[in-house]
């Protein structure tokens, strides 16, 4: 009989799955900057995950990213979050390797990393300080 490692038992089966938080703060793609603004003031939260009309991962915008669309008020009443140039896929999935997730993160310049389904469906999001923190405590 022929055993194989558990991801997650040591450090080089370690997997997004490991490491990945939940995201409670989700918006439809069609809601307005505005919208958004309210979200983030409210929740006081620093990203927010876009979900399209059927429900699946279409990205993650931050508070940061909207800057240029909340200095003209008007401006944020109409602007739909898809309008906005906000992160996009591809999205890290839960079975990729940790340590492969976080040099994609690294190169790419990610702090938070939407994680989907294999139909594109929300799980959590990988965020690299958790990445780095998991990474350095798993046993060699």
Do not use: K
């Not at 055993?3 to 793609?29: F, K, S, W």
């Not at 991962?57 to 800057?67: I, K, M, N, W, Y």
């Not at 944020?76 to 940790?98: D, K, V």
């Amino acid at each position: 009989m022929t055993t194989h490692p558990q991801p997650g038992r040591h450090g080089r089966g370690l997997t997004v799955a490991d490491a990945m938080e939940p995201c409670d703060y989700q918006i439809a793609d069609d809601s307005t900057v505005d919208q958004a603004n309210d979200i983030f003031q409210g929740a006081r939260v620093e990203f927010l995950l876009v979900r399209d009309h059927n429900g699946r991962c279409e990205g993650l915008v931050t508070r940061a990213g909207l800057h240029p669309f909340l200095s003209r008020s008007w401006y944020t009443e109409r602007t739909a979050i898809s309008a906005t140039s906000h992160q996009r896929g591809p999205f890290a999935w839960p079975t990729m390797g940790l340590a492969l997730a976080a040099i994609s993160m690294r190169i790419r310049r990610l702090v938070v990393w939407p994680v989907v389904d294999e139909d594109g469906y929300t799980l959590g999001v990988l965020t690299a300080d958790r990445a780095t923190a998991v990474l350095a405590d798993a046993p060699a």
